[in-house]
């Protein structure tokens, strides 16, 4: 059964820092990895997607990046702005159905 | 820019009411997924369709809830009764298709209260 967990579960940054979130899944047969933005008591927005043949993908000041066969994914957020506070959520794809399993989330807050 | 669609976003009710809740996915995306989600966790998928079929319905508690695509667009959520336990934020997500590039958007959520 496939896991995904992402460490730390909170993170309190000051503005301007770069910072890396973690996301490891145990199954390493794996379709596509997504990551996602979540503001409270809002829906979630796609920040990222990586297919299982790719190794990172760009968006800005985001980098995500894929290493399948030690089940981890990391995103790296550049020059961290106080809007960049949200809870950080990654999902990946493991069976043909496209149905996605999602760690808990690292809630991030960026300090002025 | 198109958007998932889902009513209402808020819903208070009380143990053994009804509750229905609305999605409507992006224009042309075949698939359509419903999660739940408790507060401080990662979403869970309640039920997937393609077009109007049920893909994955394995983890929806069927003495309670249904879900239905009858034309294949838009769907509804179903919860009688509705149990103290089932207060979560409820996403509907949509994509293109089910096949490896399946990037899933998310509509705004329904947050559900039981009281």
């Known amino acids: 059964k496939q896991e995904v967990t992402q460490i730390p579960a909170a993170l309190s940054v000051p503005e301007g820092e770069n910072l890396v979130l973690n996301c490891s899944f145990t199954?390493?047969?794996?379709?596509?990895l997504q990551w996602f933005r979540q503001d409270p008591g809002k829906g979630l927005t796609s920040l990222l997607l990586?297919?299982?043949?790719?190794r990172e993908q760009t968006s800005g000041r985001l980098n995500a990046s894929l290493d399948k066969s030690s089940g981890r994914s990391t995103l790296y957020i550049a020059a961290s702005q106080p809007g960049d506070s949200a809870t950080y959520l990654c999902?990946?794809?493991?069976?043909?159905?496209?149905?996605?399993?999602f760690g808990q989330g690292t809630t991030l807050q960026v300090k002025p | 820019e198109a958007e998932v669609a889902q009513s209402p976003r808020y819903k208070i009710t009380e143990k053994s009411q009804a509750v229905a809740f609305w999605c409507d996915p992006i224009s042309g995306h075949a698939t359509l997924y419903w999660y739940r989600q408790i507060l401080g966790q990662g979403p869970e998928l309640l039920v997937q369709f393609q077009d109007e079929s049920v893909v994955d319905d394995s983890q929806l508690p069927k003495d309670r809830f249904s879900a239905e695509r009858l034309k294949g667009v838009d769907s509804t959520l179903k919860i009688q009764p509705a149990e103290l336990g089932d207060s979560a934020m409820y996403l509907c997500?949509?994509?293109?298709?089910?096949?490896?590039?399946?990037?899933?958007?998310f509509g705004p959520g329904t947050r559900l209260t039981v009281l």
């Open positions: 199954d390493s047969a794996i379709y596509n």
């Open positions: 997500a949509s994509s293109y298709s089910s096949g490896d590039y399946n990037e899933q958007f």
């Open positions: 999902a990946v794809i493991s069976g043909n159905t496209g149905k996605l399993i």
């Open positions: 990586i297919q299982s043949s790719q």
